[in-house]
Antibody, heavy 125, light 110 residues
Framework: EVQLVESGGGLVQPGGSLRLSCAAS????????MNWVRQAPGKGVEWVSY????????YYADSLKGRFTISRDNAKNSLYLQMNSLRAEDTAVYYC??????????????????WGQGTMVTVSS | EIVLTQSPATLSLSPGERATLSCRAS??????LAWYQQKPGQAPRLLIY???NRATGVPARFSGSGSGTDFTLTISSLEPEDFAVYYC????????????FGGGTKVEIK
């Protein structure tokens, strides 16, 4: 079964740090670009970060201002998000999501076809 | 940066009715537009990619159309399990991997 499982969420004080992990299974992880997406309570979905298959191309949402770092370990089939200088507004469910690549007909997905169940991050004193 | 505007914010309909959801891009995105469904407590689920292609396992009552700046998600006849929030999304070529989501449309039972 194709699956993504996040972990590492929890309660952290403002200014603190947290590292999220996403374990992939059921597919060739190293062949897929990956993303982190978050959703604040009662709000819409917000893209956070992207990483290429090799990890050499990375991009972040402008709102993060250099506080987050995405990485991956293809040997461990894992994706990570290091979050520093956390703020109350970072409180959200964080999802890892697979970039779909190309379908069997050659169409470029340009979309996230597999999502994890999410891990909750609460930033509060 | 491309902005996606979804309308209406809320759509109140009865089971069996047709739902028409709109997503407008601030500049042309060609057909690089996807739609997701999200139910409470669940992750978003991909419904439509490349504007009009149904993802695996998505019922035929869901269809997508449009190109350029104007896109539509249509649910031909609402089933009870279709009442949810729907998001559109654009994945940009540059910067690489940059992605934008619309604000969402909630389809609620009338």
């Amino acid at each position: 079964e194709v699956q993504l499982v996040e972990s590492g969420g929890g309660l952290v004080q403002p200014g603190g740090s947290l590292r999220l992990s996403c374990a992939a299974s059921g597919f060739t992880f190293s062949s897929y670009e990956m993303n982190w997406v978050r959703q604040a309570p009662g709000k819409g979905v917000e893209w956070v970060s992207y990483i290429s298959t090799s990890g050499t191309t990375i991009y972040y949402a402008d709102s993060l201002k250099g506080r987050f770092t995405i990485s991956r370990d293809n040997a461990k089939n894992s994706l990570y998000l290091q979050m520093n200088s956390l703020r109350a507004e970072d409180t959200a469910v964080y999802y890892c999501a697979r970039d779909g690549g190309y379908d069997s007909s050659g169409y470029y997905f340009a979309a996230f076809d597999i999502w994890g169940q999410g891990t909750m991050v609460t930033v509060s004193s | 940066e491309i902005v996606l505007t979804q309308s209406p914010a809320t759509l109140s309909l009865s089971p069996g009715e047709r739902a028409t959801l709109s997503c407008r891009a601030s500049q042309s995105v060609s057909t690089y537009l996807a739609w997701y469904q999200q139910k409470p407590g669940q992750a978003p689920r991909l419904l439509i990619y490349a504007a009009s292609n149904r993802a695996t396992g998505v019922p035929a009552r869901f269809s997508g159309s449009g190109s350029g700046t104007d896109f539509t998600l249509t649910i031909s006849s609402l089933e009870p399990e279709d009442f949810a929030v729907y998001y559109c999304q654009h994945r940009s070529d540059w910067p690489p991997g940059s992605t934008t989501f619309g604000g969402g449309t909630k389809v609620e039972i009338k």
